[in-house]
């Protein structure tokens, strides 16, 4: 079995192997239970490359004992979606099936819409359980029938602690290093390159220990990492060095108003092949959540960038992508408009379906005007200044604030003309964001 990849003769086949993934697979947590209680429900696993999706429903299938099919985007079309699902039905139908079959699509995103759909019926009629794994964010690839009907668990890159556990897992049952003289002199280079990615730090094992002599003796240290991988720095990353730290850095440096750092994230991106459509999106989701209102011209423009992108491609591609970048990164910055939505969400998690006022409601039909919808409602535009102070927040959430201004000249003009038309003034107030990419 040594001709085997590292990462695949250490593939965990338990619960009790895998590592990572803690929020999902603890005691307790929602996967686990699932898995225990033999009650697995359609879920769609989004996380970044090597943090143990396709292992999990490995797992899941064998400690169910349950049918298991497998498709890859990749390389399957409608045909044998089809197919699969015909024998996911007679499995359903037969008397010596322990549960209901499950079907894992490997890379989901890459299905078509018409792929998409063909899953719908037998998702939703219980011919068979769908377990997805995607890399991008199925908010955006995966097609909102099939999000309704399958939850979404996100993985997360391992953290230094599951790295290194893995680490001594691997050099203390596999064989290859088990008939070698081993030393851990240094970790720091290994978890760097890894990047949480639990692939990657095996790949960069099977890496080192492929370029040693029969009877040398296998030593990790910062050195050795550093100068194996800068003679052959992709062969443990196939899909773009270090990518998701480099979307981080990208984002961060727009946020951070550093069109210098943008640019060079940007062009670290582009040389990693990157897909020219996955970075128009986040500079998108970064117009919006980072920018607002404070320059509302820059959603405008990252949209047209994106648009552009699918008109031209690469390579002229990465122009627009460049200017759409530094505009952001030099624009003015704020997050009121991605504060005010959370706080309302939350709100509304607390609060539930409060009624509409009646004054706000249509009253197309005489029962409804006799029930008093729409009565009493003061058209805005029949006052002066187009404004007439009357309840637009349901009874019990009179006087709740959601947005606040902030320090910027565009939020300063909407308050003023707020407060010139008597409309309540929002108060300036400081909330922290939450981080994503």
């Given at each position: 079995?040594?001709?085997?990849?590292?990462?695949?003769?250490?593939r965990?086949?338990?619960?009790?192997?895998?590592?990572?993934?803690?929020h999902?697979?603890?005691?307790?947590?929602?996967?686990?239970?699932?898995?225990?209680?033999?009650?697995?429900a359609?879920?769609?696993?989004?996380?970044?490359?090597?943090?143990?999706?396709?292992?999990l429903?490995?797992?899941?299938?064998?400690?169910?004992?349950v049918?298991?099919?497998?498709?890859?985007?990749?390389?399957?079309?409608?045909?044998?979606?089809?197919?699969?699902?015909?024998?996911?039905?007679?499995?359903?139908?037969?008397?010596?099936?322990?549960?209901?079959?499950?079907?894992?699509?490997?890379?989901?995103?890459?299905f078509?819409?018409?792929?998409?759909?063909?899953?719908?019926?037998?998702?939703?009629?219980?011919t068979?359980?769908?377990?997805?794994?995607?890399?991008?964010?199925?908010?955006?690839?995966?097609?909102?029938?099939?999000?309704?009907?399958?939850?979404?668990?996100?993985?997360?890159?391992?953290?230094?602690?599951?790295?290194?556990?893995?680490?001594?897992?691997?050099l203390?049952?596999?064989?290859?290093?088990?008939?070698?003289?081993?030393?851990?002199?240094?970790?720091?280079?290994?978890?760097?390159?890894?990047?949480?990615?639990?692939?990657?730090?095996?790949?960069?094992?099977?890496?080192?220990?492929?370029?040693?002599?029969?009877?040398?003796p296998?030593?990790?240290?910062?050195?050795?990492?550093t100068?194996?991988?800068?003679?052959?720095?992709?062969?443990?990353?196939?899909?773009?060095?270090?990518?998701y730290?480099?979307?981080?850095?990208?984002?961060?440096?727009?946020?951070?108003?550093?069109?210098?750092?943008?640019?060079?994230?940007?062009?670290?991106l582009?040389?990693g092949?990157?897909?020219?459509?996955?970075?128009?999106?986040?500079?998108?989701?970064?117009?919006?959540?980072?920018i607002?209102?404070?320059?509302?011209?820059?959603?405008?423009?990252?949209?047209?960038?994106?648009?552009?992108?699918?008109?031209?491609?690469?390579?002229?591609?990465?122009?627009?992508?460049?200017?759409?970048?530094i505009?952001?990164?030099?624009?003015?910055?704020?997050?009121?408009?991605?504060n005010a939505?959370?706080?309302a969400?939350?709100?509304v998690?607390?609060?539930?379906?409060?009624?509409?006022?009646?004054?706000?409601r249509?009253?197309p039909?005489?029962?409804?005007?006799?029930?008093?919808?729409?009565?009493?409602?003061?058209?805005?535009?029949?006052?002066?200044?187009?404004?007439?102070?009357?309840?637009?927040?349901?009874?019990?959430?009179?006087?709740?604030?959601?947005?606040?201004?902030q320090?910027?000249?565009?939020?300063?003009?909407?308050?003023?003309?707020?407060?010139?038309?008597?409309?309540?003034?929002?108060?300036?107030?400081?909330?922290?964001?939450?981080?994503?990419?």
């Amino acid at each position: 079995m040594s001709f085997q990849p590292l990462a695949e003769r250490l593939r965990p086949k338990s619960l009790d192997e895998y590592i990572g993934q803690r929020h999902l697979v603890g005691p307790g947590a929602v996967i686990r239970r699932m898995i225990e209680s033999g009650n697995i429900a359609s879920f769609i696993l989004w996380g970044p490359p090597g943090v143990g999706k396709t292992t999990l429903a490995r797992i899941i299938a064998e400690q169910t004992k349950v049918p298991f099919y497998t498709l890859s985007a990749v390389t399957s079309g409608v045909k044998d979606v089809r197919d699969v699902l015909d024998r996911c039905k007679k499995d359903a139908q037969s008397m010596f099936t322990k549960g209901r079959p499950i079907l894992f699509i490997d890379e989901i995103h890459r299905f078509n819409k018409s792929q998409q759909d063909s899953l719908l019926g037998a998702v939703e009629n219980g011919t068979v359980t769908l377990i997805g794994a995607t890399t991008e964010n199925p908010s955006f690839e995966v097609i909102r029938p099939l999000l309704s009907r399958a939850q979404v668990y996100v993985l997360q890159s391992l953290d230094k602690d599951d790295l290194l556990r893995l680490l001594d897992h691997a050099l203390k049952t596999d064989p290859i290093f088990q008939d070698r003289e081993v030393r851990v002199e240094e970790t720091e280079a290994l978890l760097r390159f890894s990047g949480g990615d639990a692939r990657k730090l095996l790949n960069i094992l099977d890496l080192l220990h492929q370029s040693l002599g029969e009877k040398e003796p296998f030593v990790l240290n910062d050195k050795v990492v550093t100068e194996r991988l800068q003679q052959n720095p992709m062969a443990f990353d196939k899909d773009g060095e270090m990518h998701y730290d480099i979307i981080s850095a990208f984002i961060k440096s727009i946020r951070g108003s550093d069109p210098d750092a943008a640019v060079y994230w940007l062009a670290r991106l582009i040389a990693g092949g990157e897909d020219p459509k996955f970075i128009a999106r986040r500079l998108c989701i970064s117009a919006a959540e980072d920018i607002g209102l404070a320059n509302p011209n820059a959603l405008l423009l990252a949209n047209a960038t994106f648009d552009i992108i699918n008109k031209i491609g690469w390579p002229e591609g990465r122009i627009p992508l460049s200017e759409c970048a530094i505009y952001l990164a030099a624009s003015p910055k704020s997050n009121s408009a991605y504060n005010a939505i959370n706080s309302a969400l939350q709100l509304v998690e607390q609060t539930g379906n409060a009624p509409v006022p009646l004054h706000l409601r249509n009253a197309p039909t005489k029962l409804m005007k006799q029930l008093g919808y729409g009565r009493d409602y003061m058209y805005s535009h029949d006052y002066p200044g187009h404004f007439v102070r009357q309840q637009y927040m349901p009874d019990e959430l009179q006087g709740t604030q959601l947005w606040a201004p902030q320090d910027n000249s565009a939020e300063a003009q909407m308050a003023a003309r707020q407060q010139a038309a008597g409309i309540p003034n929002p108060q300036k107030k400081n909330k922290n964001s939450t981080e994503k990419y």
